[in-house]
């Protein structure tokens, strides 16, 4: 059984790692476009596209899918299959018609939204009226793209995991094409970026409905506002506290935009680049990991096994900590070779690459933490508990802000990348605490070998890096290509390092399955 779950996750991480290898390619033309700190385009579009972003976390993928998907399962588990279909058509018509309300007043509000959220940029010539621009076109994604994540939602917990990991590469192939074919049309280029984002979701809904007419769930809007559906009530009270609880890193990354703004002009485009980079391997393996373990958690909670339930935690945990100690000491030594790599060309000059480099280092320390919210959290979603990751998400949240305030102004948007960080270690931990307190979490027996290993493996890995990288004018002297092969290289290098030194210690796959034989009963 937990081969299976490796496999859903290799397919989602497969594809994930496909849609993030785009989104590089994508964050590379946009480099190129519109750069990071020498003009006002870079810093108006990535607030522009956050904003939006932010509500997809809400009404998408975050707070929405989180209340949806135990709801369902059940409802699947449970119910027949027309009565799975009319809380399909009720749950898109409720949710298409607040998407729809919410989408026409961010269009009409656009400029009260920018001047509370990016408050910095009235006072910088251009950037608030072009800001304002952009976020009108790409609001609507907002209702695009969460009625895409609803679908996705369906699709796994049908186990079709690779058709909703594949639809964000088509996000950035139309941001892609955008930048490449149609931003030389227009008289500012940035605009084309914006409207590439509307089409993309367009285009992303469009490619799922076939998906879902395959598995006789493709629905038709069903509004019943008299008397609500009793599955969409369920969805919508769970909802509420997650909206805070499980939004929380976007909560914190407005609050550092809004930070930022007061900064140096580029100090916003340097977060985001560094971002990008700190959420390759968090959505290539964190996210993968959450989307298939939350399905699984939710099934075994419906159906009363909490042992089997204890020990799918254990499991996504341990991957944690497989994927995430080398993926953050990675990235701490290659950070500058990285940036410089894939972003230094056009626009985006060698103060762009040092000034990402130390905010991507920052976040970097606080990946296996963010890592381990992706596993945690649906802990408690799967058992229909939204108000406990809510009131956690507040301390988190507390956190982040006191570090920004307190940071921001000595150290810059690096002070605000370290404020992230800390704030992801205060949510995974009280997170982990409260699990273990009540016992719906009992680690499995080997957690301090295993840790020492990884720990060990890790530590081999990241010497050998930083002894063979070179330094960075080595670096900035050398050709694209030779920056690329070298690259390569020492990432090649770090993992088989890394795989033989975890060998060596000890550790071996089995120890990364699912402990005491779990019954398959789960997966059917």
Known sequence: MSRKLLLSTAVTGGMTLLSRIAGLVRDMVFASLIGAGTGVAADAFYVAFRIPNFLRRIFGEGAFAQAFVPVFAEYKTRNTAAEVRDFVSHILGSLGSILLVITLVGVVAAPVIVWGLAHGFVNKPGMYDLTVSMLRIVFPYILFISLVAMAAGILNTYGKFGVAAFTPVLLNLCLIGAALWLAPHMDLPVMALAWGVLIAGVVQLLFQLPFLRQIGLLPRPHVQLRTPHPGVQRVYRLMLPAIFGSSISQVNLLVNTLLASFLMTGSVSWLYYSDRLMEFPLGVFGIALATVILPGLSRRHASHSPKDFSHLLDWGLRWVFVIGIPATIALVVLASPLLLTLFMRGEFNEQDVHMSAAALIAFAVGLPALMLVKVLAPGFYARQDTKTPMRIGIWAMLANISVSLLLFYPLGHIGLAIAITVGAF?????????????????????????????????????????????????????????????????VAVGLLVYLLTALMTGLRPRQLLLAQGESSRHED
């Open 426 to 490: 205060v949510n995974a931990g009280l997170l982990f605490i409260r699990l273990y307190r009540e016992r719906v979490y009992q680690p499995q027996p080997g957690w301090g070998v295993f840790l020492s290993r990884v720990f060990v493996a890790s530590a081999v890995m990241g010497i050998v890096l930083y002894i063979g990288v070179g330094n960075f004018d080595s670096w900035l002297r050398a050709h694209t290509w030779d920056r690329v092969g070298r690259l390569s290289l020492w």
